[in-house]
């Protein structure tokens, strides 16, 4: 069992769905990640929020053993994000981001937080994360989130940052973006060139696919009735993901794909309800539960012809 | 082994991809059923062509044993259809349509052809997939496929023929526009209650969702470097899945499932070049390579947390 270091963004959300507005609900990637990867193995959590934050929010963490001895609490407000979804929650519009203690904040780790076993960037401007590689003394592992607004704006820094990556966990559309390839095949080919072994392209409903090796596997999506919120299921997809990884000390094409398979199962409880919420009294015997209706969804018998 | 009626369009396609154009290729939804189908069952086609066909185009199909003597040859031009895809692939638009024979042509199922095994109604106006039904006595299986023209123009036929229908095979957005649901549980739902058993939404890239007496199986989309004419994509999936349905005379989840892949692999050799070509030379042994494929792609071993 190794231990996972999680740097990223703890945020307050403000939601717009179809199904519903929840304003000022816990948000941010390294919450997230967080919030799934400590059912599978030790968090500790790296990042800021300002003064007004309210830090009960993350007492289901700290029960769950997540350490957040890393997290800051800066002069100022707390990073904000409001954003509205579209019908089919395909596509989202942000409506308002708010840096407050984000803005001058530069991430440092703890110094018995060093070398690390696993570290995972969340989202975050690839010259922090760079930052943070160098901080970091030698990891394990290091697994990799990016979005397309760094892709614009700061593609260099997004190619460094991969260059130095085990894995990498990216949306579809921005693998095209990234890649100016059309077929993933050929887009998953030119980032592993960059550097990272593992390439794990999300698709939201449709699943996930994991490029290892001149290897795919291809995660189907669950099929939900209602998706309350999907914010956060990327970074709860990275959660399950890492912390699979971490818990068997693994990484190879087996584990990888177990892996996907375990943040699939995270990502499709989060969506259940606005921000966390879901994970927070989520139990393992349920997550063991969805699991298994993942592995009835996509198996089919020995075909003769 | 029972045997499949197919009723549908043979055409002369004009087909521009980011890959290449073709003109006055071999096109029409009986013809790319046929040719996927009769791998695995003895096919009847009942159709019409212009006397300006070039019927030594499916010369292939008759060495198949597809038995073309329901196939007309009307006086007049052969039903054209040109289209253009965009660069992904993912949206293409129609350029042209000449109807030619087709406009006033009823069709007539042959008397010793009445009464079939297995019945597959290619994406024809839904009024003469209603006259088929009438005229073919009593199919064992009704299969259909339809389209958003048909769904935007003539809904009450389309609904008419679903009621009569075991199984159906329609596009994700096909069946979001027949439905009004985004969730496509909801909408197989809808779709199952006004008559099919068996709902098949096809996803393109994305693969296949089969839903079936409240259970549900995800067929992965095989990952593709390179699709040069997705035409006819959809009807030898149909092709694969009604064939193996005939060749096994079963009609359950387990059977089912299994078709949806063969299906799936019968579509990602279409793909691979313009209109039915790549058909025309295959293998069976090429098929059961690619459904291992398909096995393999979506594996995972036991998991345990």
């Known amino acids: 069992m190794g231990t996972i270091l999680v740097v990223g963004t703890v945020a307050i959300d403000s ?34 929020v300002g003064e007004d934050f309210p830090l009960d929010d993350l007492k289901f963490l700290k029960a769950r053993k997540v350490d957040l001895s890393g997290l800051k609490v800066g002069r100022g407000k707390s990073f904000r994000w409001a954003g509205r979804y579209s019908y089919d929650m395909n596509r ?3 409506l308002r981001t708010e840096l407050g203690v984000i803005e001058n904040y530069s991430p440092e780790i703890p110094a018995e937080w060093k070398n690390p076993d696993h570290l995972f960037l969340g989202n975050i401007d690839p010259k922090f994360q760079m930052k943070v590689l ?5 990891p394990k592992k290091i697994y990799i989130d990016t979005m397309n607004l ?45 550097g990272p072994v593992a390439i794990v392209i999300k698709r939201g409903e449709y699943g996930a696919l994991l490029f290892y090796k001149g290897e795919i596997f291809s995660a189907p999506g669950l099929q939900l009735e209602e998706v309350k919120d999907p914010t956060g299921a990327g970074d709860t997809f990275a959660g399950g993901l890492v912390g699979y990884l971490a818990m068997s000390d693994q990484f190879d094409f087996e584990h990888l794909k177990k892996g996907v398979i375990i943040g699939s199962a ?7 309800d606005f921000g966390p919420n879901r994970l927070k009294d989520l139990e393992i015997g349920e997550i063991q539960g969805r699991i298994a209706e993942f592995q009835k969804l996509g198996s089919f018998g020995k075909i003769e012809i």
């Open 15 to 48: 939601i717009e769905t179809p199904f519903g507005k929840e304003d000022e609900v816990l948000g941010g990637s390294a919450t997230h990640f967080a919030a799934a990867a400590s059912f599978l193995a030790p968090v500790r959590l790296v990042g800021i």
């Open 134 to 138: 160098e901080e970091a003394g030698r």
């Open 150 to 194: 760094w892709i614009e704006t700061q593609r260099k820094w997004v190619e460094e940052v991969l260059a130095k990556a085990h894995l990498v966990v990216i949306n579809e559309e921005e693998a095209r973006q990234l890649t100016k390839e059309t077929s993933l095949v050929k887009a998953a080919k030119q980032i592993g060139s960059w």
């Open 266 to 272: 995270m990502a499709s409880f989060n969506v259940e």
């Open 92 to 94: 989202r519009d942000t």
